[in-house]
């Protein structure tokens, strides 16, 4: 398997553009998680989905961040409008299952977002 | 708030010696906690898990819980070079997300 795959891996915009991440799970995973790593806060859960069905939201800071899954192989993290702040590396992870002592979750690369 | 506490480091040990880990955590009904590795500018890693009090061994790698104190460690013997990483711990309460310390940076000095 490829692992989870994210795109862009780097990603330089300017205040007030939107930012669409992308993200695809490792085939036969049901949830799906998004993180924003900081020096600051460290890894931050933003959202989880199971079997594309959004979980738990309360991490997304604000309403300027979304996030959707319209397949089980596809899912996107977006920001509109960005702001300085939210620069951060951002890391989609799946796993087969979650809240076991067996779960795994694997990363993807991450995308290193840079808002000027 | 469900939190880990981490010593940011740097810990900085000499190659071959052992290296120790340390993380608490605020929530009892935590169950399952887990040690990732981060090399740099990398996607963290799963390395050991572990959710009953005790010791575990994986290789070099040995996790310890102790849940009446709300600690978790995590010990590397014969350290390397290669070792020298950012190490989150984590752990599940009762729903289905991790909780993430913001890690230790470990630097392995040969």
């Known amino acids: 398997d490829a692992g989870v795959i994210q795109s862009p891996r780097h990603e330089v915009t300017e205040m007030g553009q939107e930012v669409t991440l992308r993200c695809k799970p490792i085939s036969g995973h049901d949830y799906l998680f998004w993180y924003r790593q900081t020096m600051m806060r460290g890894l931050e859960l933003l959202i989880y989905f199971n079997n594309n069905v959004p979980i738990d939201d309360s991490g997304m800071p604000e309403d300027r961040f979304s996030a959707k899954m319209p397949n089980a192989s596809f899912s996107t993290l977006k920001i509109q409008p960005s702001e300085p702040r939210d620069s951060a590396v951002y890391f989609c992870?799946?796993?087969?299952?979650?809240?076991?002592?067996?779960?795994?979750?694997?990363f993807g690369p991450g995308t290193r977002l840079t808002v000027l | 708030q469900k939190e880990v506490e981490q010593n940011s480091g740097p810990l900085s040990v000499p190659e071959g010696a052992i290296a120790s880990l340390n993380c608490t955590y605020s929530d009892r009904g935590s169950q399952s906690f887990f040690w990732y590795r981060q090399y740099s500018g990398k996607s963290p890693e799963l390395i050991m898990s572990?959710?009953?009090?005790g010791d575990k061994e994986d290789g070099r790698f040995t996790a310890q819980l102790n849940k009446a104190s709300q600690y978790v460690s995590l010990l590397i013997r014969d350290s390397q070079p290669s070792d020298s990483a950012t190490y989150l711990c984590?752990?599940?309460?009762?729903?289905?997300?991790?909780?993430f310390g913001k890690g230790t940076s470990l630097l392995v000095t040969p």
């Open positions: 572990i959710y009953s009090n």
């Open positions: 992870a799946s796993s087969l299952t979650s809240g076991a002592i067996t779960d795994t979750q694997y």
């Open positions: 984590a752990f599940f309460s009762a729903g289905y997300a991790l909780n």
